[in-house]
């Protein structure tokens, strides 16, 4: 039994003496500090559990005790004196807290904003020992929620987590099970109203601003109720909020388990699950929102506004700006995860549960493939050889990825990258190591390269492993070309490239095949050529950038470096810079004097742009050297067969058809622009390997070029790494 002075006239304190039972006076005056200890993840159970029984407690007490000025129910007032009076000495109730408190009561119970009537008060005790229940089982993973828990190193640490973000969830399901009987709509700017009010009452403690930091956080739940629940996101119906907290419960869920249980390495083991759980997760809620939309399409707009927020609240870290996030998104929406089929795609007009459905395909397939490794019992890597007859025995689910790994391991070159992510040559495929790192390479480049050629074919449904025609891999080339440049695999404004890599693509990769299609095979490898050459000269631009003046820069504003000097750190580093392509180096080493100058100006032609000069060499045309050195590199890998390191007349032959397009449109005829005939374009492409120039270069080389045709006969020749180079730079130069 307490003691206190109450007059039960119309519910006002007064000054006779009266005894009640309930909590000890001023209780809530001590269940501020809990609170705040709870949210800060410093609370104990005990002391929640205290202050909601205080809260319930008080209300009992108010209601055995107080008559109110109606028999049937109590204003707000008269609570708010009452509370104020007993329970709460040191802190104010201003009457705007008591105000939205009752516009909460409104939204669950119904009734008016100034009356709690008797029913009522036998729901609140439902609602306020819900709370405090939840409340009880989340107080030891506090920490964790405001991600101020230490990285989990132990197995126990990481269970301890696991059991949180299972609690979160079942605590979000079960306070959307109690709010989804609410009786009429809330607005998130009233709860913001509501938190500041409530905030006050800790004005003496400047260290917490819990309050605040939850209405900083309400723009991006209205924008999350609009993307995953259904539009008018500040407006939050009765039937809305069961899903919309347990599903925002469920993607806070996501969010830390990203923070907690994602290891290094999210590729295989413990990572890959991790990943696997995250993403299923993810298409579950994907897949319900989609249901939950009156036109069931999460709209452009909607999505527009997530990705908004997310840059603004800095959540989402892209290299990219927030337009061409958007742009990309819809790429990747209207035409990746929305195929067409007959020559025709469908509009989209947002994320479809077609949409979602190729989503998830794709990213199991994905996964399939990483798994294979281990059931393949492939430990830290395989010869190619072995690696080929284990995947025969391979049986997936996925049939579409297990056919496009199966084309890639069946290929006479198949594509394996060393732990620095560069492409591995060897004459003898089945020689060549394949580590796990390799076969992830593969696995997500095929993957692109599928969505793009999904995304962009006239028919993806036919054209399966076929490829992109020139047209479609153009327009696939200006909508992906915001990132490329933002990744730093283009250079800003490069116009020339796009059809460069089409032209290469067709010309040097090891699946190359001269016709007018970038083919699934061709699209991984120029990818994979581009993405190692910049990971070759990453360390020479190092070096270049710290060691040698710049002698101006491009319109673009990158910095141009003196030739000598990166002509002579390119000399003195050849075994460190190219030791992924050894033949390089081998044959690099016997050039000196005027023949490394002359490489070095060969080189210089192949890799110039209409913005360079001659007066010094950009970082991306390093990067596209590197490239070039791979470029051809692989037409030796590929046509060498002898591994002499050089070409003869036969083994040029063999290359000849690929090639044939290439020197036919280089060689029309100046007067009436028509291409030459096949023996003259026979000829040209020879003389160019036997003597690494043009034959319309001056008189003179006309003169010996005449000769060179009129003895086809005697045609002979060894065409080594430095002259194809010769004849690359009179293509590109001249």
């Known amino acids: 039994m307490t003691g206190c002075s109450l007059a039960l006239e119309d519910g006002q304190p007064g000054n006779e003496p009266v005894k009640f039972e309930g909590p000890g006076e001023s209780c809530l005056d001590n269940a501020l500090p809990a609170v705040q200890k709870f949210f800060s993840g410093d609370g104990v159970s005990k002391d929640i559990d205290a202050a909601w029984t205080c809260l319930s407690g008080a209300l009992k007490t108010f209601e055995t005790h107080v008559r109110g000025e109606h028999k049937d129910r109590y204003a707000a007032r008269e609570l708010q004196a009452f509370l104020q009076r007993f329970f709460l000495r040191e802190q104010q109730l201003s009457d705007s807290l008591v105000l939205e408190t009752m516009r909460i009561k409104q939204m669950l119970l119904g009734g008016d904003l100034n009356h709690l009537t008797r029913e009522e008060f036998q729901q609140v005790y439902v609602i306020l020992d819900t709370f405090r229940t939840e409340s009880v089982k989340l107080s030891p993973y506090m920490k964790i929620l405001n991600l101020d828990y230490p990285e989990p190193k132990t197995e126990e640490q990481r269970a301890f987590v696991e059991r949180g973000l299972y609690q979160l969830v079942s605590t979000g399901a079960t306070i959307g099970r109690l709010l989804g009987k609410s009786q009429n709509a809330y607005h998130l700017s009233d709860a913001a109203t509501f938190l500041r009010e409530f905030g006050k009452l800790y004005s003496k403690d400047k260290e917490w601003d819990g309050p605040d930091k939850l209405i900083r956080q309400l723009p991006l739940v209205a924008v999350l109720k609009s993307f995953f629940l259904r539009p008018t996101g500040n407006s939050i119906a009765p039937d809305e909020w069961r899903e919309l907290v347990a599903k925002a419960a469920r993607l806070f869920g996501l969010y830390m388990r990203t923070h907690y249980l994602f290891p290094n390495s999210l590729t295989s083991g413990e990572g890959l699950r991790q990943v696997s759980t995250f993403v299923g997760e993810l298409f579950a809620i994907l897949d319900e929102s989609v249901q939950a939309k009156n036109n069931k399409i999460i709209e452009y707009r909607q999505i527009d506004d997530l990705i908004d927020h997310l840059y603004k609240m800095n959540v989402l870290k892209l290299p990219v700006g927030v337009e061409t996030a958007k742009a990309l998104v819809k790429t990747a929406v209207g035409k990746m995860f929305n195929p067409s089929k007959g020559g025709e795609r469908k509009n989209a007009y947002g994320i479809t549960d077609s949409a979602v459905g190729w989503m998830r395909k794709d990213f199991f397939g994905w996964t399939e493939v990483q798994s294979a490794w281990d059931s393949m019992n492939a430990g830290a890597g395989l010869s190619m050889g072995e690696l080929r007859k284990r995947w025969a025995t391979q049986k997936l689910s996925s049939q579409d990825s297990a056919a496009e790994v199966s084309h890639l391991l069946g290929r006479p070159h198949p594509l394996a990258f060393s732990k620095k992510g560069t492409v591995v040559f060897d004459h003898d495929a089945n020689a060549i190591n394949v580590s796990r790192e390799s076969w992830t390479e593969l696995n997500w480049r095929r993957t692109i390269v599928r969505l793009l050629i999904r995304g962009f074919a006239s028919d993806a449904a036919n054209e399966n492993l076929t490829g992109l025609k020139k047209e479609n891999y153009l327009i696939a080339f200006e909508e992906m070309r915001p990132l490329a440049e933002a990744l730093d695999l283009i250079a800003p404004g490069d116009q020339k490239l796009k059809v460069s890599l089409f032209d290469e693509a067709n010309l040097f990769m090891p699946s190359a095949d001269g016709n007018d299609q970038l083919s699934f095979h061709e699209g991984i490898e120029i990818m994979s050529f581009i993405l190692s050459g910049t990971q070759i000269s990453a360390p020479i631009n190092k070096d270049t950038n710290a060691q040698c003046k710049q002698v101006g820069r491009n319109p673009n504003g990158d910095p141009r470096l003196d ?120 000829a040209i492409y020879t003389y160019f390997l036997r003597y690494g120039e043009r034959p319309d270069k001056n008189l003179g080389t006309k003169i010996k070029y005449i000769a060179w045709k009129l003895r086809k006969s005697s045609w002979e020749f060894e065409a080594d790494r430095f002259q194809v180079l010769r004849v690359v730079a009179q293509l590109a130069g001249d």
């Open 563 to 682: 030739h000598n000097c990166v002509k002579k750190l390119l000399e003195d580093n050849l075994e460190a810079y190219f030791e992924m392509i050894p033949n390089w180096v081998k044959m690099l080493k016997k050039l000196r004097g005027e023949k490394w100058n002359e490489f070095y100006e060969h080189l210089l032609k192949t890799v110039s742009g209409d913005q360079d000069s001659p007066d010094g060499i950009r970082n991306a045309q390093v990067t596209k050297a590197a490239v070039i050195f791979q470029y051809i590199e692989s037409l030796f890998i590929r046509f060498d067969t002898d591994g002499s390191g050089t070409l003869n007349l036969k083994e040029s032959m063999v290359a000849y058809p690929l090639l044939y397009p290439v020197i036919r449109d280089e060689t029309k005829d100046p007067k009436t622009g028509e291409p030459m005939g096949d023996s003259d374009i026979e």
